[in-house]
């Protein structure tokens, strides 16, 4: 059986003198890395001089280096030894250490705000000690970290964010701009060529008045002449019945008035029962709600407005027998808009 | 700290095409507008980036060691960046298991270290007798 190599931190923490010191130094190493605007040379410093207790006695170089790779093994592998074998003073004595190292003036970049509060628990250190620790060391309370992922946090953190902005906006007016011309010459070309159209029109309409003129005057000189015929025959007919009716007046003048008197009967009755309008249309019309006598739009408001109240999606929410009574209705209401249509 | 990638379902290592179609889809207006202000400039989607790097490697430490659940590791972060439990043995505990296996190989090299000396000394010497032989066959056979 063969085993995988050991890693450099394996190695590391088997060679040391003392595993706690070589685990807290990698664990400072890491909190190192992630404190901005320090160069290298400052950083080894600092965690010499953090450090200078410690008994590992072994380089720091490694140690920076594996912290450099973000070697999440190597970090677990430390934040476990740590949690072993730290009794209560000495987790303490590394969450200090921690901050000294995160911070010289209170300012935390915002991954060793998580670091350090990742320590804070691996080590079970209260929030409210962790408070009181960092304001000791620092001057200043632990805030609670910004957010990158929220637009409020670059409009405080990037210095441009405004220029940045204003160019955004000026550009999209432009492309606006730009869009709006192009709408601009657009709508003038149709408008052109809706007026050419509309000339077009009407030079037809004109051509088509002509020539309908010219047929109306054709029939009206038809007509004249018809009537002039017409005229001449009737003068013919009427001599005609003029003779014939001189011989016949005598022996049929008593039958003539009776007929004549019949026919004046028939004409009144007709006449009478035409202006009522049929029973059906009276009453379609009073399902919509109107008088007799209503207008097509009038109906078709009332139809609309009728429909509306009571179509049966409204009743949906109610029974089952609200929505069937309130179908029915509107079966009625449209029976009598769609007569009302067809006969108006 | 939100996890933006979570919240509009791409993955982080996602291209500029995947992100702007995928937040030009978002339903969620304000994470949209957020969305848009972090990931159409180069620079803060790089500091994003590194951040959201960090925060989810302590996401992964926070899970393996038991930790997701602590009093410092609340709100937003702990939403987006917790992982389940891991159940994979502790490091430490692997690294006494490999250097116990380490040792019990090196005892045993030692203890059978001269009956194997010995051994390979009389398989180098058979092999370089029958390799004389041989070449001394071939010599004498032509002749």
């Not at chain 1, 159209?197 to 002509?210: A, P």
């Not at chain 2, 045993?108 to 010497?125: D, E, K, N, Y």
């Amino acid at each position: 059986m063969s085993i995988a190599r050991f890693s450099p931190f394996e190695l590391l923490l088997l060679k040391s003198r003392s595993q706690v010191d070589t685990a807290t130094l990698l664990l400072l190493a890491w909190v190192l890395v992630h404190r901005q605007h320090v160069s290298e040379g400052q950083r080894r410093r600092r965690l010499a001089q953090v450090t200078a207790q410690f008994r590992h006695g072994h380089e720091l170089g490694p140690v920076m280096s594996i912290a450099h790779s973000q070697d999440l093994q190597a970090i677990q592998l430390a934040a476990e030894v740590v949690r072993k074998e730290c009794g209560k003073e000495r987790s303490l004595s590394v969450i200090h250490q921690a901050i000294t190292v995160a911070t010289d003036d209170g300012e935390l970049s915002l991954a060793n705000h998580y670091i350090l509060r990742f320590f804070a628990d691996l080590l079970s250190v209260a929030p409210t000690t962790l408070n009181t620790l960092f304001k000791e060391l620092t001057g200043t309370p632990l805030a609670s970290p910004e957010d990158p992922s929220r637009d409020t946090y670059w409009q405080i953190h990037d210095p441009d964010y405004h220029a940045r902005k204003a160019r955004d906006a000026a550009a999209a007016e432009q492309q606006q701009q730009q869009a709006n011309a192009r709408a601009e010459q657009q709508q003038r070309e149709k408008e052109q060529r809706h007026h050419q159209k509309q000339q077009k029109q009407q030079e037809k309409q004109q051509e088509k008045q002509r020539r309908q003129e010219e047929a109306r005057q054709a029939r009206e000189q038809a007509q004249q002449r018809q009537q002039e015929q017409e005229r001449q025959r009737q003068r013919q007919r009427e001599q005609a019945e003029r003779e014939q009716q001189r011989s016949r007046q005598q022996d049929s003048q008593q039958q003539r008035s009776s007929y004549q008197e019949e026919r004046r009967n028939n004409h009144s009755r007709q006449q009478r029962a035409s202006p009522p309008p049929p029973d059906r249309t009276t009453r379609a019309l009073s399902i919509l709600g109107l008088n007799p006598g209503a207008t097509r739009i009038e109906v078709r408001h009332a139809y609309r407005r009728m429909a509306q109240l009571h179509h049966p999606d409204r009743y949906y929410s109610e029974s089952e027998q609200q929505v069937a009574l309130a179908s029915a209705r509107f079966q009625r209401i449209k029976n009598a808009y769609d007569y009302l249509m067809q006969t108006y | 700290m939100r996890d933006l990638y979570q919240r509009l379902a791409i993955p982080p290592e996602a291209n500029e095409q995947a992100i702007q179609h995928a937040v030009a889809s978002c339903q969620h207006s304000a994470l949209r507008q957020d969305a848009e202000a972090i990931f159409s400039v180069a620079e803060r989607r790089e500091a994003y980036d590194t951040l959201h790097d960090t925060v989810s490697d302590i996401g992964k430490l926070r899970a393996r060691l038991g930790l997701s659940h602590g009093a410092h590791w609340q709100g937003d972060v702990a939403n987006d960046f917790s992982l389940p439990p891991d159940h994979a043995i502790s490091r430490h505990d692997e690294l006494v298991d490999r250097v116990s296996h380490a040792v019990s190989l090196y005892n045993r090299w030692r203890r059978l270290r001269g009956p194997w000396l010995l051994i390979a000394v009389f398989a180098t010497g058979a092999g370089i007798g029958i390799g004389l032989g041989l070449a001394l066959c071939w010599g004498l056979l032509p002749v």
